[in-house]
């Protein structure tokens, strides 16, 4: 079962890489106020991920910031540091969060994990996008086959908010 429009989003336990290490984020605290834009990459450093999904982003933060986002927020199932390290070689600045969940709590709570064991990657999270308002989702464009990068890009969420 996945998560729909209208429902609220999880509070699990996720991560974010500091200077002091790993620290603990609760998502109903990062996610479950004001206007967020939350984006979820199988992989980072895997190829849509690195040269179509999270560039979209970049590209569109402040078309979204002008449509009332809050916060933009990428996660995926890799832990926190390989976040950080594929943000610096992107070059993602303090406008989008890159959010680790490393044991998919979070991405099966919502119904968007799959089993990438075959290509070697371990449970994964589908590829999405959605708009949570307050805590509840407003907004959610699920990839159909959870890989491509057709309806959850940056601009796709753009059209959405002005739609």
Same mark, same amino acid.
């Given at each position: 079962?996945? #998560?729909?429009?209208?429902?609220? #989003?999880?509070?699990?336990?996720?991560?974010?890489?500091? =200077?002091?290490g790993?620290?603990a984020v609760?998502?109903?605290?990062?996610l479950?106020s004001?206007?967020v834009?939350?984006?979820?990459?199988?992989?980072a450093f895997t190829?849509?991920?690195?040269a179509?999904?999270? +560039?979209?982003?970049v590209?569109?933060?402040? =078309?979204l910031?002008? @449509?009332?986002?809050d916060?933009i927020v990428c *996660?995926?199932?890799n832990?926190?540091?390989? *976040?950080? @390290?594929w943000?610096?070689?992107?070059?993602?600045?303090?406008? #989008?969060? *890159?959010?680790?969940?490393g044991?998919?709590?979070?991405t =099966?709570? #919502?119904?968007?994990?799959?089993d990438?064991s075959?290509a070697?990657?371990?449970k994964?999270?589908?590829?999405?996008?959605?708009?949570?308002?307050?805590?509840?989702?407003?907004?959610f464009? +699920? =990839?159909?086959?959870?890989?491509s990068a057709i309806v959850s890009?940056?601009?796709c969420?753009v059209d @959405?908010?002005?739609?």
């Amino acid at each position: 079962m996945s #998560i729909n429009v209208g429902d609220r #989003i999880p509070d699990v336990t996720l991560r974010v890489a500091t =200077e002091a290490g790993a620290d603990a984020v609760s998502s109903a605290e990062l996610l479950g106020s004001g206007r967020v834009v939350l984006f979820a990459v199988p992989g980072a450093f895997t190829p849509t991920c690195s040269a179509v999904h999270l +560039p979209s982003y970049v590209d569109t933060a402040s =078309e979204l910031a002008s @449509a009332g986002v809050d916060r933009i927020v990428c *996660l995926a199932v890799n832990d926190p540091f390989v *976040l950080t @390290a594929w943000g610096a070689s992107q070059g993602v600045g303090p406008e #989008i969060t *890159l959010v680790s969940d490393g044991n998919a709590e979070f991405t =099966e709570a #919502i119904g968007m994990d799959v089993d990438a064991s075959r290509a070697g990657m371990g449970k994964r999270s589908k590829r999405y996008a959605m708009v949570i308002e307050d805590g509840v989702v407003t907004t959610f464009l +699920p =990839e159909e086959d959870g890989f491509s990068a057709i309806v959850s890009t940056g601009q796709c969420v753009v059209d @959405a908010l002005k739609a």
